[in-house]
């Protein structure tokens, strides 16, 4: 297979439309805005629609109405845009719509800065918007896994007729790497017959809708969507385990600070320390049972968690580590990206202190 | 036996949940009418609106979208441009569409969306239990303008048709009201000659419904239809506001 450049954002946009996205609405933000100029030039010509909403708060609702009509659709939006894309996230999981949202995070709170980042982890896998919700959250740590992941977002959407996230950090929007475009297998979707395109001979009309004033109603509908909740947890977990075998410092990061954090251990197992590195992809479902398996091994003294941000993905780590083994914590914020040096550093530091 | 009159086959056989003396379901009626009587029904895409319209999913017999408040316009946008040979049409009322969905009306008409929206104005929030709403008159009490709207506290109402035809997108607005029976078929001549222009491809299309809500407004059906035409008719004009 031929090897091609490609800047992360473009080659996102690309997969989508590959992927067979055939809706993509957006609203300018850096540092994203090559996924909605690429869908501009190149969705035209693939026979779909591109709209450049007047807001987040309009493209995601753009986007559901798409997605409500039986079309593959797709945002994308950078940290505060997304944060007005919640609303929509809601409903499209209250009314079993499929879609992907394309987050490439930048530094916050509030406008923040414009370089990567890790803080909207807690949004995006707590669920920002209002309700109990879940959206499966796919963390690329390279630009041939971005464009992989973005294939099965669509599937995993239309499977479970919920929302599906990408959540990059800005490092994976704006860098060039080489990649490959592997032939995909497509999951065995069911047909969209709920879908809302014209009755067309049906014999009822099809509602699409969140809403379910009775509490009874409410409380058997969110019944279900735990049913696809705990469905999702049970298959849709993936990780990766690099070096993981012997270490004695596991590291756990995702994204941009995976490949940092493994550069770091292979210098430390230069020099004599023997690190590993425990990658999740889904953050949600988090692999919390693997993470805790691999933090049993005897060989593990110590577990570093290492992520742009100020320590969210740490919960998570925390809760599937327990107190089994010890937990410490290194991050950078605010646009500023951990260093290969700072990370070793803080990893030999961590196993000194529990050696 | 000869059959006198028939529920329009555009609506479902089911009771309506509107309160008595609203116009919400003489609407419904004439959209399903106009549905009907144009061989679409198979075909449309309606968008439903958070508010009394929250359940016209429930209502109308073609498929049908409930929005995030505000939202219709950006749903339906997006429906349409996906399907762009099925006639498409959003359904909101005064808060929905000229309060939280301010920007997305104002936006599907300036891009001249080539869908239809129909704006039910009853100048009152009515699912909430009668909170002023943009359109609400000067001197109209609100339970959150418990005094009556005032130009200082609130400034004054906005005309929604007027506006949006300040927009070179927006090819047909007109204002009716569904009051009695002259009204009411001018209403929907208004509605089939919105659904005609949209799949002419010729823009954005608006029909402007001025509504009663008796049960808001505190007053009886006879007289809420009075109130109407003596005080909504008179600043929010009946007619056609623009035609391209």
């Known amino acids: 297979m031929k090897r091609e450049i490609w800047k992360g954002s473009e080659a996102i946009a690309e997969a989508a439309i590959r992927a ?37 708060v309009s493209a995601i609702n753009m986007v559901y109405g798409a997605a409500a009509s039986g079309i593959r659709a797709m945002t994308s939006s950078s940290s505060p845009g997304v944060s007005l894309k919640q609303e929509g996230i809601s409903y499209m999981v209250g009314a079993e719509l499929p879609a992907v949202i394309v987050n490439i995070m930048r530094g916050g709170p509030g406008l923040g800065s414009i370089q990567p980042a890790q803080g909207d982890y807690y949004q995006a896998t707590r669920g920002g918007g209002n309700g109990d919700y879940r959206t499966v959250t796919l963390a690329p740590a390279n630009l041939q896994e971005a464009v992989d992941l973005m294939f099965d977002a669509f599937d995993i959407a239309d499977q479970y007729r919920n929302p599906v996230m ?13 990649l490959v475009w592997k032939e995909h297998k497509p999951r065995n979707l069911p047909p969209k017959s709920w879908a809302a395109d014209g009755r067309k001979g049906r014999d009822h009309n099809n509602f699409i809708t969140s809403l379910l004033v009775e509490a009874a109603d409410c409380e058997a509908h969110n019944r279900c969507l735990e049913k696809k909740f705990q469905e999702m947890e049970d298959k849709e977990c993936r990780w990766e385990e690099i070096m993981t075998e012997d270490a004695e410092v596991l590291l756990v990061a995702y994204g941009t600070p995976a490949r940092i954090a493994q550069t770091a251990a292979e210098h430390l197992r230069k020099q004599g320390i023997k690190a590993g590195v425990f990658r999740p992809i889904t953050l949600w479902p988090f692999p919390a049972r693997r993470l805790r398996e691999i933090a049993e091994q005897r060989s593990v003294k110590v577990v570093l968690d290492v992520e742009m941000s100020l320590g969210q993905m740490l919960d998570d780590v925390k809760l599937a580590i327990g107190e089994c083994k010890p937990v410490r914590f290194y991050g950078r914020v605010g646009g500023s990206i951990p260093t290969v040096s700072e990370v070793e550093k803080a990893a030999a530091g961590a196993y000194e202190e529990v050696k | 036996m000869t059959t006198i009159y028939q529920k329009t086959k555009g609506l479902q056989d089911t009771t309506l949940h ?37 359940f016209a999913g429930n209502y109308f017999a073609c498929d049908t979208i409930e929005a995030a408040h505000g939202r219709a316009p950006a749903v339906a946008t997006a429906v349409k441009r996906t399907h762009p040979d099925q006639p498409v049409f959003t359904y909101q009322g005064d808060g929905d569409l000229a309060s939280i969905g301010a920007a997305e009306i104002i936006h599907a008409a300036m891009r001249g969306e080539k869908f239809t929206t129909f704006f039910i104005n009853n100048a009152i929030y009515g699912m909430t239990g009668g909170q002023m709403a943009p359109t609400t008159l000067i001197g109209q009490r609100a339970t959150t303008a418990p005094g009556g709207r005032t130009k200082e506290q609130a400034g004054e109402p906005v ?24 009204h009411l078929n001018k209403a929907k001549k ?33 007289e809420a239809n009075k109130w109407l035409m003596d005080n909504l008719a008179a600043y929010y004009p009946l007619g056609v506001i623009k035609e391209v």
Not at chain 2, 30 to 52: A, Q
Not at chain 2, 198 to 211: D, K, P, S
């Open chain 1, 20 to 56: 067979g996205c055939r809706c993509f609405c957006g609203y300018p933000i850096t540092p994203q805005n090559e996924i909605p100029e690429y869908m501009s030039a190149k969705m035209p010509a693939a026979g779909g629609v591109f709209v450049q909403s007047e807001s987040e």
């Open chain 1, 166 to 178: 990408i959540l990059a950090d800005g490092l994976i929007g704006q860098m060039m790497e080489p």
């Open chain 2, 18 to 54: 509107y309160c008595p003396g609203c116009s919400h379901g003489i609407v419904h009626k004439l959209i399903g009418e106009v549905m009907e009587e144009m061989g679409i029904i198979d075909t449309t895409i309606g968008i439903c609106p958070v508010g009394c319209a929250v």
């Open chain 2, 159 to 182: 005309q929604v048709a007027e506006m949006l035809s300040t927009l070179k997108g927006l090819v047909y607005a007109e204002r009716v009201c569904v009051t009695d029976i002259p």
């Open chain 2, 190 to 222: 208004a509605i089939r000659k919105a659904f005609e222009k949209q799949m002419a491809g010729e823009g954005f299309t608006f029909v402007e419904i001025l509504a009663t809500c008796p049960t808001n407004w505190g007053m009886g059906t006879a």
